[in-house]
């Protein structure tokens, strides 16, 4: 077999891999629609309320950190049984607004407390687990400091944990800002469809699902004999949703409840944030995926969980093919395989309309104007493929061993369009390879383009012209908004 065979073959097989990734999409929908109804009595509030902890876990929030203290005292739940704990990491003036509306809140009879660690071992999961050994609950509570908890929180979850079998309860984000940009809107949709497909068919079907890090509540007892929070990966709420359920624990997603949360505005910091799931869900398959396959469990359950957890390699797939896309054109057209651009075509739309349709699905489904949605769903998948460079950085990363650090996503208190981020702490105006690399993929799309119209392949244009728009927007927002923000610097 020649290099020429060689290039068209393993373009045509990172295809048919991304087509069963797409396949397993259909496989979730199938699922969700199967099991929607199956939600149950909603359980009574007990007589006798359990003691709930409540962490709030900060690092660095200085716009956002008196919001979030301010909407966990205001749970509606009897002060006797309610704990607050405020485990701050911070290193900047966060400390002294938290520590501050913290002794006011004592003053006011709230049983809150403030733990400050003077480093970060463990990052998030460290403070957690911290702030565990000094929990008074039975229950814990979590949310991330972008997080909004509605005041009925306790009384719509709390019920559940009355089952002594479920060991967490996940409730739906929503969205503050999701109408600030086509950035935010794009995002929106994607948890959306995360959460109320996903979370649905997984945790009804009897599938394993996980916690988001926030917005939900876990039985205390589940979390210890789980093995507790742990920090040999990025992404510890998965971990531990995966070691507690393979122990015998029931997860719980109540898609009624919505606890509100501020959706990233800023490219890098969703980056940053992408990385950081990227990698910790492949860092959490290589832990875990030999356990679960080694399990008793049913085998249904067993190929949900590998598809699941192994999902984030779809980034170096779509990575390899926007490599070996251009190669492949120029190959088959000079050696007069032009039937061969028309049958990936095929395959190409086979692995990407699935994922168009299923986010168009979750729209209906939360009640969103789907209708209009319609006009994001090219930029959404045009942008999942723009940061195949970013993520799949990630997921080789997990793959090859290599460790760091925890970069939490910095948030800015943008709730509506009229709120600006302008002059604001933690705006990056940082130099990144990754977005040359990326720029530098856009312009390599548009030759490929460019060769394709003169060549008369116009059937292969939208797809590569798919490529190079996500590659040019990814880029294109994170330099306009570190210019803007570099420029405010100068200005201050």
Request: glycine residues 6%.
């Amino acid at each position: 077999m020649g290099f020429p065979h060689l290039i068209v073959g393993g373009y045509i097989a990172v295809l048919g891999l991304l087509m069963m990734y797409a396949a397993h999409r259909y496989c979730i929908l199938f699922l969700y629609f199967k099991h929607r109804g199956n939600s149950g009595a909603v359980p009574a509030l007990p007589e006798k309320l359990p003691r709930v902890t409540i962490q709030l876990p900060l690092y660095n929030e200085l716009y956002v950190v008196e919001r979030l203290i301010t909407a966990a005292a205001q749970l509606t739940y009897p002060r006797e049984l309610l704990q607050i704990q405020v485990l701050d990491d911070s290193t900047d003036e966060t400390s002294v607004r938290a520590r501050n509306l913290v002794e006011k809140l004592k003053e006011a009879g709230h049983a809150i407390q403030y733990i400050h660690r003077t480093n970060r071992t463990g990052y998030k999961a460290g403070t957690l687990q911290e702030g565990l050994e000094q929990a008074t609950g039975d229950l814990i509570a979590i949310f991330d400091a972008d997080f909004v908890p509605p005041k009925d929180f306790l009384l719509q979850t709390v019920p559940y944990l009355t089952d002594p079998r479920v060991g967490m309860v996940q409730t739906l984000w929503g969205h503050l800002n999701r109408d600030y940009s086509a950035l935010t809107e794009v995002q929106a949709i994607s948890l959306d469809a995360h959460f109320i497909l996903e979370h649905t068919a997984r945790s009804r079907s009897g599938r394993f699902f996980n916690f988001n890090g926030t917005a939900g509540i876990w039985r205390k007892d589940c979390i210890v004999s789980a093995g507790g929070w742990q920090h040999d990966t990025l992404t510890e709420d998965l971990d531990l949703s995966y070691r507690a359920q393979l122990a015998g624990w029931k997860f719980i997603f109540l898609p009624e409840v919505v606890t509100p949360a501020e959706i990233p505005v800023d490219m890098d910091s969703f980056k940053s944030q992408q990385h950081r799931w990227s990698k910790g869900g492949i860092e959490t398959a290589k832990k875990l995926l030999p356990l679960i396959l080694r399990s008793s469990q049913p085998w249904r359950v067993k190929l949900e969980a590998l598809l699941h957890l192994s999902c984030n390699l779809n980034y170096l797939l779509v990575l390899l093919l926007a490599v070996l896309a251009y190669p492949a054109l120029i190959v088959r057209i000079q050696m007069g395989w032009k039937h061969l651009v028309i049958f990936d075509t095929i395959m190409f739309w086979g692995a990407t309309l699935p994922i168009g349709f299923y986010y168009l699905i979750s729209q209906r489904e939360v009640r969103q104007p789907w209708g209009r949605k319609i006009c994001y769903l090219p930029l959404l998948m045009s942008m999942w493929i723009g940061l195949s460079i970013n993520n799949g950085k990630a997921a080789l990363e997990a793959l090859l061993g290599y460790k760091s650090v925890f970069v939490r996503t910095p948030k800015f208190r943008i709730e509506k369009k009229s709120d600006t981020w302008e002059g604001k702490k933690y705006r990056s105006c940082s130099r990144s390879m990754v977005t040359g690399i990326e720029l530098v993929f856009g312009v390599y799309f548009i030759s490929a383009i460019i060769f394709a119209a003169r060549n008369g392949v116009y059937d292969a244009i939208p797809f590569l012209a798919l490529f190079c728009s996500g590659f040019f927007y990814i880029s294109g927002v994170a330099l306009l908004q570190r210019y803007q923000a570099k420029r405010q610097l100068v200005d201050i």
